[in-house]
């Protein structure tokens, strides 16, 4: 019963070793094709909060896909470099007019209804 034993386990070894170590060709995980994004964001508009919160990305095998990711993110900083400008633009030219008006912005909040 020992000699039986014995030459099983030898067996079972060799056979887990040569799984593992000698694979051949083939490969353990066979190639998946990669996901696309379902639901990308709107080219003919602005970005909103909810494309932002509707977004998915797809997984790859060890998290999301770089690609996808970098892409989604210039987009995004691109849209919010044009809005910060677009703000500084309204700020100055708020400023400007209030400059210009008599009395500066602090005399325009003290007149009451007339």
Do not use: C, H, K, N
């Not at 400008?85 to 007149?111: K, N, Y």
């Amino acid at each position: 019963m020992f000699w039986f034993l014995l030459i099983t386990m030898v067996v079972v070894v060799a056979a887990v070793t040569l799984a593992v170590i000698g694979g051949g060709d083939s490969e353990v995980l066979p190639e998946v094709a990669p996901e696309q994004l379902v639901d990308p964001l709107p080219v003919s508009r602005p970005v909103d909060r909810a494309d932002v919160e509707a977004l998915r990305l797809p997984v790859g095998l060890r998290g999301y896909r770089m690609a996808d990711v970098d892409d989604i993110l210039v987009r995004l900083g691109a849209e919010l470099a044009e809005r910060d400008a677009r703000i500084a633009e309204l700020e100055e030219s708020l400023t400007g007019a209030s400059a210009e008006r008599p009395g500066g912005a602090e005399g325009a909040g003290e007149e009451g209804p007339a």
